[in-house]
């Protein structure tokens, strides 16, 4: 069975930095492609950033770009979103995903058939 857990999230101001962390239990999580999603209140879950399992290729959406970074770990089955300047639209609950056939359709959740809890953020102004 695949679990993930996330951590990190807090109540943080307008310009400041979080560093997310998600914590997956299986055997073979450098297959993984791994994501990162978020719902904004009143707003469908949208994508954020995926790195995949073989090339360490990355991809944001466009309003994180160059603010967000997304690594990591397959030593430590773990993979973290560094998000800086933060903003107020930034204000969601983030969600760790996994996905193993995941292709070029990175930016679609049903691609991930597991994911964590979610962890809030919530960035004042």
């Known amino acids: 069975q695949v679990q993930l857990v996330e951590s990190g999230g807090a109540l943080v101001q307008a310009g400041g930095s979080l560093r997310l962390s998600c914590a997956i239990s299986?055997?073979?999580?450098?297959?993984?492609?791994m994501a990162w999603f978020r719902r904004a209140p009143g707003k469908e879950r949208e994508f954020v950033a995926a790195v995949r399992w073989n090339s360490g290729s990355t991809y944001y959406v466009d309003s994180v770009k160059g603010r967000f970074t997304i690594s990591r770990d397959n030593a430590k089955n773990t993979v973290d979103l560094q998000m800086n300047t933060l903003k107020p639209e930034d204000t969601a609950v983030y969600y760790c995903?996994?996905?193993?056939?995941?292709?070029?359709?990175?930016?679609?959740?049903?691609?991930?058939?597991?994911w964590g809890q979610g962890t809030q953020v919530t960035v004042s102004s």
């Open positions: 299986v055997r073979t999580f450098s297959y993984y492609t």
């Open positions: 995903a996994a996905g193993l056939t995941v292709g070029n359709n990175y930016y679609t959740r049903n691609n991930y058939p597991y």
